[in-house]
């Protein structure tokens, strides 16, 4: 927050400019739950929030399906943006995958079900950046659990049926030509590139980014202005959207605040595994792949969409992130009082 204040000066042109900092704002959140590790008599388990992780992505799965399939809304989001909603199914259901790492218990694998609730919902919702944020972040984990567990015949068995059934329903529906399924591929790999097509305005407002980077590359060029080359050099495009910003948080931070913008986004993402600075942090593994999966997560869903703001998706990464540093400050300080 204190490096995008800083750029404030520089770029400020009128009121717009000086909310900047605000779009960090729920951050906050985080601190203050940290605050609260110590002082706490009671904090809710690695599997309790886990289980709240699988709970929000199946609610979030079935009702996508039954605004999809009963409702006829082509673009599922329950009330909201269908990129928000399936962003925060996304973030949700991956992070159940907490759940593996906790116990010994056989039934702990049903926290595999998480992330296929959130690609449930995200494919319903035809939102290419948190489809992609599921896979990566089902193969992070995937990788984090099976330096663990891999000696586990149960894990292995787990693992490879979900391989098996993923590739085979994947397989099924482009070859049944699933124009749902491919269309998600091609407009993907269409993102950053002009063709014609309705991706377009994502590759001009990603142009624009660079340019008010160049234009600007220290300090940027203000929250109010992050628009104004995407309205200049693409006035077909980017005017028929109504659009407010560049939906992506590595080109909204470049062009509001510049090289001191992208380095408060990297300081974000890095903020979870910053937790793992700590030895005794290391020996947690649901700290550890909590961090993991929440770094992860919130870098691919950016890349694309805005997730940083006064926005839901901003607010479970900072609850998320504030919960494991409770788990890491309380188990630390247990710690030292069995030491004391």
Known sequence: MALVTLTVPFGHRGGQDILAPILILPMIVTIAL?????????VPSPTSFALLCLLASLLAFLGGVYEFYVLGVY?????????????????????????????????????????????????????RGPVAGVLVMTGVGTLVLLVWLWRETLFRVAVL????????????????????????????????????????????????AFEALRTSPIVGVGLGQIMVAAETNFPELVPQYGLENLHADWANFAAMAGGLGLLAWLLLLAAPVLLLLDAGVREQRPVVLGAILLTTGQFVLG??????????????????????????????????????
């Not at 940290?34 to 009671?42: D, E, F, K, Q, V």
């Not at 890349?303 to 400050?329: D, E, K, W």
């Open 75 to 127: 673009r599922p989001g329950l009330g909201n943006n269908p990129i928000h909603y399936a962003s925060l199914a996304a973030m949700a259901g991956c992070l159940a995958m907490v759940g593996v790492a906790v116990s010994e218990s056989p039934w702990r694998y049903c926290f595999f079900l998480g992330p296929v609730f959130a690609l449930g919902a995200a494919g319903i919702a035809d939102s």
């Open 34 to 42: 940290g605050m609260l590790a110590r002082p706490a008599t009671w």
């Open 303 to 340: 890349v694309s969409n805005t997730t940083f703001g006064i926005l839901p998706q901003t607010m479970i990464y900072a609850v998320s992130l504030g919960y494991f540093l409770i788990q890491a400050r309380q188990d630390r300080s247990d710690i030292g009082g069995e030491q004391r």
């Open 161 to 208: 049926a979900s391989l098996v059934l993923g590739s085979t329903a994947f397989a099924y529906l482009v070859g049944s030509g699933n124009t749902r399924v491919a269309g998600l591929l091609q407009s993907g790999l269409d993102i950053f590139r002009f063709t014609g097509g309705p991706d377009d305005i994502r590759a001009a407002l990603y142009t624009s």
